[in-house]
């Protein structure tokens, strides 16, 4: 069984920064793409970004180009988000999932509040 769990969500000014961690446990993560997705209060959710299973290749929104920055350790794996120059409007919550055109597996979701 495949199970995703996010950490490292919290409140930050605007200007901040924070890394969010998806531990994945069961087999064979490093065969699999993963995704970061936010969903914000009102809204629907939303693609953040995407990383390739060697993690050779990663995908962003724009909106978040140039300011996140997705990775993985296969060896523990985990993915990561490391989010810098944080705005308000990135206040979300944010997911992670396993695959590629299709998410088979999601995580919970770890809470981001930015403050102006």
Known sequence: QVRL??????LV????????SCA?????FNNYGMHWFRQAPGKEREFVAAISWSGGNTYYADSV???FTISRD???????LEMTSL????????YCARGWQTMAYW????????SS
């Open 5 to 10: 769990v996010e950490s490292g969500g919290g």
């Open 13 to 20: 000014q605007a200007g901040g920064s924070l890394r969010l």
């Open 24 to 28: 994945a446990s069961g087999r064979a």
């Open 65 to 67: 180009k140039g300011r």
């Open 74 to 80: 296969n060896a523990k794996n985990t993915l990561y």
């Open 87 to 94: 705005k308000p409007e990135d206040t979300a919550l944010y």
């Open 107 to 114: 995580g919970k979701g770890t809470l981001v509040t930015v």
